[in-house]
């Protein structure tokens, strides 16, 4: 018999607390907590590459981020387009579906959690509705794309990120750090290309 209790492990924990953030997201009508949910995203990630993850996670994982990074930015994205929000909240459950089916060192389309941190602060920050319809349209469209994008695993980089990330919760204009750094990741395939450089 499948157990619940002997599949759940450590890192399953922090799934668990990035669907609550996303919950209390939508909940609350509160966009900043896909920040929080992208932080114990990240803890979890780093703890499954441990032996504190399993096979259970991964698909846990799944689940949370389609309503932290999928739902809850597609239901304030439905304020400006219902039909693009609605596009956006395909995308990302198609491009968390594949994810579960392929398994290679670098992720094909851009990942759901990158998207919601591009879309998430552009509305946050007040940007004009035409522009945060076209983010959303476009990071949707790079979801289900064949893009090669890059595991970032420099343990300072990812540090960083996560300073930025936890700040936006609670600073507003900390947000733009995290907008930039999502479009630079965005264009990264296009360096890689350019330089030579391998996922």
Same mark, same amino acid.
């Given at each position: 018999m499948f157990s619940i209790c002997r599949e759940v492990k450590f890192a399953d924990i922090f799934s668990l607390f990035n669907l609550l953030a996303g919950f209390f997201g939508l909940y609350t009508g509160n966009l900043s907590f896909v920040f929080l949910a992208a932080i114990f995203d990240g803890v979890d990630g780093i703890v499954a590459e441990s032996r504190f993850g399993g096979k259970f996670g991964k698909e846990l994982d799944s689940l949370a981020d389609l309503v932290s990074f999928g739902i809850l930015p597609a239901f304030f994205i439905a304020a400006y387009s219902p039909a693009i929000a609605?596009?956006? &909240? !395909? &995308? $990302?459950? /198609?491009?968390?579906?594949? =994810?579960? !089916? /392929?398994?290679?060192?670098? =992720? !094909?389309? +851009?990942?759901v959690t990158a998207s919601a941190l591009l879309v998430s602060p552009a509305i946050l920050l007040g940007f004009e509705s035409k522009l945060i319809c076209a983010l959303a349209l476009? $990071?949707?469209? +790079?979801? *289900?794309?064949? *893009?090669?994008?890059?595991? !970032?695993?420099?343990?300072? /980089? +990812?540090a960083v990120g996560a300073a930025a990330i936890a700040a936006s919760f609670f600073i507003p204009d900390a947000a733009y750090a995290v907008f930039l750094a999502v479009m630079l990741y965005i264009f990264s395939p296009l360096w890689r290309k350019e330089y030579g450089w391998r996922s």
């Open positions: 609605c596009f956006y &909240a !395909v &995308a $990302s459950a /198609l491009r968390l579906a594949r =994810f579960n !089916v /392929l398994k290679f060192d670098y =992720f !094909v389309g +851009l990942p476009i $990071s949707a469209v +790079l979801m *289900i794309s064949d *893009i090669r994008y890059t595991r !970032v695993r420099d343990y300072r /980089l +990812l």
